[in-house]
């Protein structure tokens, strides 16, 4: 593969930044490094991250820590199955002194929204949600109000748990970029939490390490990373493989492929690299692919990932 040099890079904006936000949020956290890593590529990347995991293994405390290393505007949205679209995007209120009507923004006007328990949101919720992840604006009463730059909506949800709940619709899992999965700690790093968080919040108690103008130049960076064109031919022959995959009833998406490359870029720029490499790719096909498939009837969802792995396998590296 050809590599061009690209004079725009800084090779330390993003590496810079990526080592200071992981260091700061494992002072509180003990999650695998995949796990972080891919939400600092989302973060480098303007995208979105959905956890989805089982209760109790740090899902919301992942998306605090990220939220409080960064010193930017944060917000909170605990979705129930009574919540509406306004609770979240805000709604117009009359102003009987002036007699006009105003609008009062919701917690999606900030740079990082924790959206906790998303799948306990009612579809008409889930579905606000879909143009502020897009376009990053929200319209109301025919008004559009641009969102805060950065953004980042990270949303946690429950697999196991299905009483009130509300599956994701595919549209809206199309739109987070990684799907990230905690799992256990090992033994002694889960004992190490226990000795850590026995007398508080370890996580509340984080100082910012970095600010929105370092988010800036780290998000510069990564969009600077060159990827060349047998790297984009790579790319989208991986979402054409799973979309002759019999185990699907639709495979990867246009879109699909666009995160896997922006994702990419993320991780190259935060390995302080000016191009993308096919293990850059091949390291988050499944993070970024998988939850995007739709499961033909009657396979089981343990294939997503195998359907992605297979996909790598069948066609060719550069």
């Known amino acids: 593969m050809e590599v061009e040099a690209n004079a725009d890079f800084d090779p330390g904006a993003a590496r810079s930044i990526g080592e200071a936000l992981k260091a700061n949020m494992q002072r509180a956290l003990k999650v695998r490094d995949d796990a972080v890593r891919d939400l600092l590529?989302?973060?480098v990347a303007g995208g979105h991250v959905l956890i989805e995991d089982h209760p109790g293994v740090g899902k919301t405390a992942l998306a605090r820590s990220l939220a409080r290393s960064v010193e930017a505007e944060f917000s909170r949205v605990q979705c129930t199955a009574?919540?509406?679209p306004a609770d979240v995007t805000g709604t117009m209120i009359f102003n009987q002194r002036e007699s006009v009507f105003e609008f009062h923004p919701g917690p999606i006007f900030a740079n990082v929204v924790l959206v906790d328990e998303i799948n306990r949101a009612s579809p008409k919720t889930q579905s606000g949600l879909l143009e502020s992840m897009q376009e990053r604006r929200v319209t109301v009463d025919q008004h559009t109000h641009e969102l805060a730059r950065?953004?980042?909506i990270i949303a946690t949800q429950n697999p196991a748990e299905y009483a009130g709940t509300y599956p994701l619709p595919e549209a809206q899992l199309d739109r987070f970029m990684v799907r990230v999965e905690l799992g256990y700690p090992d033994p002694f790093d889960e004992a190490e939490m226990l000795r850590g968080h026995a007398a508080g919040d370890l996580v509340a108690e984080l100082d910012p390490v970095a600010d929105l103008d370092d988010v800036r130049r780290a998000q510069a960076a990564a969009a600077a990373v060159h990827g060349s064109a047998e790297l984009r031919?790579?790319?989208v022959a991986l979402a054409e493989a799973t979309r002759r995959d019999r185990r699907l009833d639709l495979g990867a998406s246009p879109r699909a492929a666009l995160m896997l490359f922006r994702a990419a870029k993320a991780l190259a720029a935060l390995e302080g690299r000016d191009h993308v490499l096919p293990d850059d790719v091949q390291a988050l096909a499944v993070p970024v692919l998988s939850h995007r498939l739709l499961l033909a009837p009657g396979?089981?969802?343990?294939?997503r990932?195998?359907?992605v792995a297979d996909a790598i396998e069948s066609v060719p590296a550069l």
């Open 41 to 43: 590529i989302a973060l």
């Open 82 to 84: 009574d919540m509406l």
């Open 150 to 152: 950065p953004f980042m």
């Open 233 to 235: 031919t790579y790319i």
């Open 299 to 303: 396979v089981a969802e343990s294939e």
């Open 305 to 307: 990932a195998a359907v």
